[in-house]
T-cell receptor
């Protein structure tokens, strides 16, 4: 059974701090990894994708991938209350063009 | 460009009724996915299509659920007969081959079966 594991949270951080979201995956064949943001009552929105080991930065977001440890993370710098949402981690299922989603981590950024 | 379009946005029906959910994928995308999301089970993949052909329907919960994709711009998910446990948000997503599995979600249909 291929799985993506995330801490459900809530992760509570003060405004302006760095929020660190983590994810592990079980299938070593997975090559593509994604972070989706989902506001309450809305659909998942793709915010980051990462395919190679190391860091990928996009604005305040940095995705990190370590394939040896089967670990993916998302860092949000200068967290804002508008970042409060559930963040879903997803990994490809090894060549079948479908994604395996984690249960999501709820992030709360308080002023 | 328009994103994934779903209709209706909300559906309230009585147990035993037929429900049809509709999806229009992003133009040019050749993969279409149907998901269901509940608090208890999270986001579950029900079925997906490639070039209008069903590839994997292992997530379809039972025979009451069926999905079709008659052409590249339209898909339906049908539940007949509906049951209260089918209450959930149903999302449609699409992606393009060669875009490294990036999926884009529609706004969802919130289904309530009473």
């Amino acid at each position: 059974q291929k799985e993506v594991e995330q801490n459900s949270g809530p992760l509570s951080v003060p405004e302006g701090a760095i929020a660190s979201l983590n994810c592990t995956y079980s299938d070593r064949v997975s090559q593509s990894f994604f972070w989706y943001r989902q506001y309450s009552g809305k659909s998942p929105e793709l915010i980051m994708s990462i395919y190679s080991n190391g860091d990928k930065e996009d604005g305040r977001f940095t995705a990190q991938l370590n394939k040896a440890s089967q670990y993916v993370s998302l860092l949000i710098r200068d967290s804002q209350p508008s970042d409060s949402a559930t963040y879903l981690c997803a990994a490809d299922s090894g060549g079948y063009n479908k994604l395996i989603f984690g249960a999501g981590t709820r992030l709360a950024v308080h002023p | 460009d328009a994103g994934v379009i779903q209709s209706p946005r909300h559906e309230v029906t009585e147990m035993g009724q037929e429900v049809t959910l509709r999806c229009k994928p992003i133009s040019g995308h050749d993969y279409l996915f149907w998901y269901r999301q509940t608090m208890m089970r999270g986001l579950e993949l029900l079925i997906y299509f490639n070039n209008n052909v069903p590839i994997d329907d292992s997530g379809m919960p039972e025979d009451r659920f069926s999905a079709k994709m008659p052409n590249a711009s339209f898909s339906t998910l049908k539940i007949q007969p509906s049951e209260p446990r089918d209450s959930a948000v149903y999302f449609c997503a699409s992606s393009s081959s060669g875009n490294s599995y990036e999926q884009y979600f529609g706004p969802g249909t919130r289904l309530t079966v009473t």
